[in-house]
């Protein structure tokens, strides 16, 4: 049984809609003010109990118009960013957790379906949710499964979203024999190890003149007047649009090498250390390699496929596929592979991808190659003397 979500445009009434911004409002107002008193007690080192949800509900009697639900699931929030704080999952200090803004262009709230399964259902195009009532919602697809949770959203354009989280059992793909390499570039968003070259869309440099233009124009607009709101929005249009291009062609590529392949090999890359790199930063970040790897790892959990990442030191590029001798000068100009060794000559990113399918087969059978261990281990004995040097 796996977890899935529907995403899903609202439609509610006027009542509806007021009733969405009370709560999304009271769950703010409910996770700062716990967030504040969990501060306060960190920093005086004060070990007293801290107030409930119906505490907070006797002193501030709007909350009780309000889903109670979500006021836990907000509760709930803040108490895993603090856990995962002392788990060490995320940096800084506890008193640096944020507070919510009602500033933010995205809010939204999340609700528990009962034991029962009744608290939410869906009948026809409308949903049951608590307070609301049925809300009529654009169903583009159908809903299956078990509804776990729902989660209402609003963005700065003043549409609603509602997401169903459910637990359905996804049936494994057939068993295929093939395996496939990806090398990922900028330039060419992925050379596969059968020759293939997948074109980098650079959905984010086609918009980026439009972008400056309104960023440009929303940077020159009174803080606080409705002239800059109207703008933000204009801005938050093209980013949109931008985000949901770039997620549908990753969808669509991750689906179709899922559906062909068994087998796929990946290479590990530090992107967060890569991202450092002032020339590239905004290229690397266009082509989001973060989240096609994401999908490729979810989907391949699914439908019973295999993902092998190969070590981040591995040398891709620089081990000849012919011979597997490695050529230590190699720039990144060098966009032919000319081995010195076996006198091959292939498209690096060709070369690399077919060196990652080899290594990522080596990975899953347990095997190991001494020549390029050699390799990881003198390359780190050289970071370190450098490091040492400096």
Not at 22 to 28: F, I
Not at 167 to 182: A, H, R, S, Y
Not at 227 to 251: A, C, E, G, P
């Amino acid at each position: 049984m796996k977890l899935k979500a529907f995403k899903f445009r609202l439609e509610p009434n006027k009542q509806q809609k007021v009733l969405i911004n009370k709560t999304l409002g009271c769950t703010r107002f409910l996770y700062n003010q716990m967030l504040d008193e969990k501060q306060t007690k960190y920093k005086f080192k004060d070990d007293s109990k801290l107030k409930t949800e119906k505490e907070y509900k006797i002193e501030f009697l709007f909350l009780k118009e309000v889903d109670s639900i979500a006021l836990q699931q907000s509760r709930i929030d803040l108490t895993t960013a603090y856990t995962n704080f002392f788990r060490k999952i995320k940096a800084g200090q506890p008193t640096n957790i944020k507070f919510k803004s009602k500033h933010n262009p995205k809010s939204s709230y999340r609700t528990m379906n009962g034991n029962s399964g009744t608290t939410v259902r869906i009948k026809d195009n409308y949903i049951k949710l608590p307070k609301l009532g049925f809300v009529k919602f654009k169903k583009s697809r159908e809903v299956s499964g078990k509804i776990k949770s729902v989660t209402v959203s609003k963005n700065i354009l003043g549409k609603y979203y509602i997401s169903v989280l459910c637990e359905i059992e996804i049936q494994k793909l057939p068993k295929l024999d093939t395996e496939i390499g990806i090398d990922l570039g900028i330039k060419e968003f992925c050379f596969t190890s059968n020759n293939t070259k997948i074109a980098n869309p650079k959905y984010l440099r086609n918009s980026e003149q439009k972008l400056k233009k309104a960023q440009r124009i929303l940077s020159k607009r009174k803080k606080g007047s409705q002239n800059r709101f109207k703008q933000q929005k204009k801005v938050f249009k093209i980013h949109k649009k931008i985000r949901n291009q770039r997620l549908d062609f990753l969808h669509k590529l991750s689906t179709k090498l899922i559906n062909e392949n068994q087998v796929i090999c990946l290479e590990d890359l530090q992107v967060k250390n890569m991202i450092k790199n002032r020339k590239l930063s905004k290229s690397i970040s266009d082509v989001s390699w973060s989240k096609f790897a994401e999908l490729l790892k979810y989907k391949s959990d699914w439908y019973g496929r295999k993902l092998v990442q190969t070590d981040k030191f591995f040398p891709s590029s620089k081990t000849c596929s012919n011979c597997g001798s490695i050529k230590k000068d190699l720039s990144l100009s060098d966009r032919i592979y000319n081995c010195c060794s076996c006198e091959t000559s292939i498209d690096r990113d060709y070369n690399a991808s077919l060196n990652i399918l080899e290594e990522g087969l080596k990975i899953l059978s347990g095997r190991d190659d001494r020549k390029r261990s050699e390799y990881l281990r003198d390359s780190l004995l050289n970071m370190q003397t450098l490091v040492c040097s400096s």
